[in-house]
């Protein structure tokens, strides 16, 4: 009944996830808030893990993915849209907490600005790659961010040569990569062969990822099939892409490839070696143990741009947090059919190196602590909205 004190207290949580894996780390952490505080009511931008957490969406984390430059002039009006909603449920939602997760420029330049000056705290769940490029931006954060939740390890170090303190919760990806099937088990229900080498194609979670890099993955799938007759490929789709063009471009290309939807990780357990954007991907098949060839392209503006502000040598998280290349990285022209293919049989041809990869990727995930990131993440957030 209304006024009954055993009742919770309603509280509201303005949350922006701009990604497919924010989406999902999103939906992660919501799930926890809601084991501390039930009533909670969520508002925001994410993708379906969010929307099917209950989450009431501005706009759908699929519209806000802008790759590079040119991206952004065409969807300068809708950003500007969204903008102005996320001021206005600042003033008259009056949410008790901002969650933001990744995302930078719009999360800090938008979101965070906004709720500072609304007096509403705010809890960056998931860090930008302040270690990667623009570290410039931690003065930022300091500014307009009350708590910090890294999942990389060494970016509380990074953060501590700023005068900031972060948490280190852990990955969520230790919490979500669950499978359900064995690897044979898998590649039956899927309709493949259980004794074939089993490659996966993973082209990426944005459309302009699939229009930059799937053809190249399509010439390398049809030269390891010239050299591996017995080779299969599998693209497990991710939901923020279009299955039905994705579908039209590999018939197209006449190439023995299944697209799965859903069932991502029990797609990417039957893999022998994944061939992947550069992304989350990248650290989910290394964290299944899945050898990898990692691959990205930008604009040749872009890239000459990068080259002078990009502080580290590796794109791939899992090259990144070992600190040494364990993963081929294939950037720009290098990121073609031939390369991709040339890199991807050395791997398959050579069990030595197979099982030295394999054993790096183990390393790795014990490096990244014990499951419950999203808990640990729920608290701290919990503990600010109590103030």
Known sequence: MPGDPKQPTPRRVLIVAGEASGDLHGAGLIKEMRKIHPDIEFCGIGGNC???????????????????????????????????????????????????????????????????????????????????????????????????AVILPFEVDVYAEKGFHVDFVGHPLLDLIKTRLSPSEARRELGLDESKPTIGLLPGSRAAEIQKLLGDMLDAARIILEEMPDAQFVLPLASTLDERSVKERIAAADLPITV?????????????????????????????????????????????????????????????????????????????????????????????KKRSIKAELSRIRESLGSPGAAARAAAIAWNLIKG
């Open 50 to 148: 969010m929307r099917d957490e209950g989450v009431r969406l501005l706009a759908h984390a699929s519209d806000m993915a802008i790759i590079g430059f040119k991206e952004i002039v065409p969807k300068l009006g809708f950003l500007r849209n969204i903008s102005r909603r996320i001021k206005d449920l600042l003033r008259t939602w009056k949410p008790d907490l901002v969650v933001l997760i990744d995302y930078p420029d719009f999360n800090l330049n938008v979101v965070a600005r906004a709720a500072k000056k609304s007096g509403v705290p705010v809890f960056y769940y998931i860090s930008p790659q302040v270690w990667a490029w623009r570290k410039g931006r931690i003065r930022q954060i300091k500014k307009r961010v009350d708590r910090m």
């Open 260 to 352: 799965v939807s859903g069932k991502t990780y029990d797609t990417i357990a039957c893999m022998d070696l994944a061939i992947a954007t550069s992304g989350t991907v990248t650290l989910e098949t290394g964290l299944m143990g899945v050898p990898t060839v990692i691959i990205y392209k930008v604009s040749r503006i872009e890239y000459w741009s990068l080259r002078f502000i990009v502080a580290v040598r590796h794109i791939g998280l899992c090259n990144l947090i070992a600190g040494k290349t364990i993963m081929p990285e294939l950037i720009q022209e290098d990121a073609c059919g031939p390369v991709i293919a040339k890199e991807a049989l050395a791997i398959l041809q050579n069990e030595e």
